[in-house]
């Protein structure tokens, strides 16, 4: 599976920002998928995710009940929801596909969309 993520920009802290990924490929609805992000000068860190179905997900304590993430299996397209928007949320965002069980803690994720970049201005 391909993946392309994209609605990356520049906002104010407080505001809010929806960041898409479309998939390539008949097996998008097999995958779960994911959501991380890299600051700069820091380690890539697990965001958030949810399984096939979007039934369950699952978050980085530090974007619990800010973000959302969802996704559209007819349009081959994960989002996330990004409300309450603060500076320490600057990063560039990945978007991710997993087959694996250990999906819901950042791991085993095999195909990566290229970045986009979130910046939160104080």
């Known amino acids: 599976v391909q993946l392309q993520a994209f609605g990356g920009g520049l906002v104010q802290a407080g505001g809010s920002l929806r960041l898409s990924c479309a998939a390539s490929g008949r097996t998008f609805s097999q995958y779960a998928m994911g959501w991380f992000r890299q600051a700069p000068g820091k380690e890539r860190e697990f965001v958030g995710g949810l399984t096939w179905s979007g039934r369950s997900t699952s978050y980085a304590d530090s974007v619990k009940g800010r973000f959302t993430v969802s996704r559209d299996n007819d349009k081959s397209t994960v989002y996330l929801q990004m409300n309450r928007l603060r500076p320490k949320d600057t990063a560039v965002y990945y978007c991710?596909?997993?087959?694996?069980?250990?999906?819901?803690?950042?791991?085993?994720?095999?195909?990566w969309g290229q970045g986009t970049l979130v910046t939160v201005s104080s």
């Open positions: 991710a596909a997993a087959r694996g069980s250990d999906w819901y803690v950042g791991s085993g994720y095999d195909y």
